[in-house]
C-alpha cells in the first residue's frame, strides 16, 4: 500500500464520522421537536375535552382525533413496530 491511498481512505473515513455526528445530532433534535409538539397537542386536546359544556363541531373533532389515532395504533401493530410512549 502506498500513502496515497491510505490518505484517501482517511479523508472519506473522517468525512463519514463527520456525516454520522451530523445525522445524530439532526435526530436528537427531530425527537425534541417531536416530543414539544406532542405535548402541545395534548395540552390543547386536554384543555378542549375539559371545557364543558362541547359543541358539536368541537365533538366531531375529538372523535375524528380518536379514530385517526386508533387506525394509527393499528397500523402500528400491522407493521409489528413497537414505540415506547
Avoid: Q
Avoid at 368541537?58 to 393499528?74: F, W
Amino acid at each position: 500500500m502506498n500513502a496515497g491511498n491510505l490518505d484517501t481512505t482517511n479523508l472519506l473515513l473522517a468525512i463519514m464520522a463527520a456525516v454520522s455526528v451530523l445525522e445524530a445530532i439532526l435526530l436528537i433534535g427531530l425527537g425534541v421537536m417531536a416530543y414539544r409538539l406532542y405535548g402541545h397537542a395534548m395540552r390543547t386536546i386536554r384543555e378542549i375535552a375539559h371545557r364543558t359544556p362541547l359543541d358539536l363541531r368541537e365533538v366531531k373533532l375529538l372523535r375524528a382525533i380518536a379514530i385517526e389515532v386508533t387506525k394509527y395504533g393499528e397500523r402500528l401493530a400491522r407493521s409489528r413496530l413497537h414505540v415506547d410512549g
